[in-house]
């Protein structure tokens, strides 16, 4: 029996979509005290700066202060700051397996951000 192994790439900018909900997740547990429209740029920064670590693209979370001139940020502007800032910077190919990998990372400091509602429940969420 033969078997072989198909590589096939991916764009970068294909991964945010996929990640997209896990994102949003984390974004309206730091919406909570503003009613959930949009948070602080100083909540986010922390959340961007894990996000710019797994993918491995540094510093993504300066440009957040400039960004709008505002203090805040609703969820699709925070995810156009994504795409542009953090995704954009992305090699245009990566492996199916690195996407996968980053995505999984991604899945993971979304849900630690916002987990606690989901397990500080009378019949948590796991």
């Known amino acids: 029996l033969l078997t ?19 994102v949003w997740h984390a974004f309206d547990y730091l919406a909570v005290e503003n009613g959930r429209i949009c948070t602080g740029k100083s909540k986010l920064k922390v959340l961007t700066a894990n996000l710019g670590h797994i993918l491995e ?7 957040l202060d400039d960004f709008r001139g505002t203090p805040t940020l609703t969820f699709d502007q925070y995810r156009f700051y994504l795409e542009t800032e953090v995704f954009s910077a992305l090699p245009d190919q990566i492996s199916v397996d690195d996407q996968r990998s980053y995505e999984k990372k991604i899945d ?12 500080e429940r009378s019949n948590p969420v796991y």
Not at 57 to 63: A, I, K, N, S
Not at 108 to 119: A, G, M
């Open 4 to 22: 072989c192994t198909v590589y096939s790439g991916q764009q970068a900018g294909e991964m945010l979509p996929n990640v997209e909900n896990s």
């Open 57 to 63: 693209v540094r510093g993504t979370e300066q440009g």
């Open 108 to 119: 993971e400091v979304c849900w630690l951000i916002c987990n606690p509602p989901y397990l």
